[in-house]
């Protein structure tokens, strides 16, 4: 079974700081989507990386897939309180008809 | 805006009771998921309809169904309900029927077991 493990599960911080959050499995992903969810709304789609090594920039979301295709991570600079939401990591499973989703880490950036 | 319409938006209701989930997916998506977001649990992925064939199954239980339509909407059956069953339910839509696409989810139905 493909699992998406996040870490750190919740993150408190200060805005202006800077910060990662990370996705891991023990299998191999064709791609990796990162999703940003707010209370009262479905997930929304912030980036889809597909090849081994690939860093996409989204303002001030960077985003890296790793070489071998079974880890991500997102990095937010400068933290603003607009960036506070539920950060979802999800890939495809083998067979494709699926998209599996990781646990999430909730993340809080106070004024 | 997503283009996803999901209702009815709540939902309370008794324990064995059946209710109807209802989504319409974005204009020319032809697949349509569906999960389930429990506080402890994360997004659950239940089943996935391509262009009104069922095409890979979650950890769905028995009580629950489901079926797209030839309009493309669909529909979440949930019988016997249970306590447990109260969760956030999303649908989600793309346009290919491979999972490496891009899912458009609605604003959920937030089901409430009493």
């Known amino acids: 079974t493909q699992l998406l493990e996040q870490s750190p599960q919740f993150l408190s911080i200060q805005e202006g700081e800077n910060l990662t959050v990370y996705c891991n499995s023990s299998?191999?992903?064709?791609?990796l989507q990162w999703y940003r969810q707010e209370p009262g709304e479905g997930p929304v789609l912030l980036v889809t990386v597909v090849t081994g090594g690939e860093v996409k920039k989204l303002k001030r979301l960077t985003f890296q897939f790793g070489d071998a295709r079974k880890d991500s991570s997102l990095h937010i600079t400068a933290a603003q309180p607009g960036d506070t939401g539920l950060y979802l990591c999800?890939?495809?499973?083998?067979?494709?008809?699926?998209?599996?989703f990781g646990a999430g880490t909730r993340l809080f950036v106070k004024a | 805006d997503s283009g996803v319409t999901q209702t009815p938006k709540h939902l309370i209701t008794a324990t064995g009771q059946r209710v109807t989930l209802r989504c319409s997916p974005r204009s020319g998506d032809l697949s349509v998921y569906w999960y389930q977001q429990s506080l402890d649990q994360g997004l659950q992925f239940l089943i996935h309809y391509y262009n009104g064939e069922e095409r890979a199954k979650g950890n769905i239980l028995e009580r629950f169904s489901a079926q797209q339509f030839p309009d493309l909407h669909s529909e979440l059956n949930l019988s016997s309900l249970e306590l447990g069953d109260s969760a956030l339910y999303f649908c989600?839509?793309?346009?290919?029927?491979?999972?490496?696409?891009?899912?458009?989810f609605g604003n959920g139905t937030r089901l409430t077991v009493t």
């Open positions: 999800a890939g495809p499973n083998t067979g494709g008809f699926k998209t599996i």
């Open positions: 299998s191999v992903f064709s791609s």
């Open positions: 989600a839509s793309s346009v290919a029927g491979e999972s490496n696409s891009p899912l458009h």
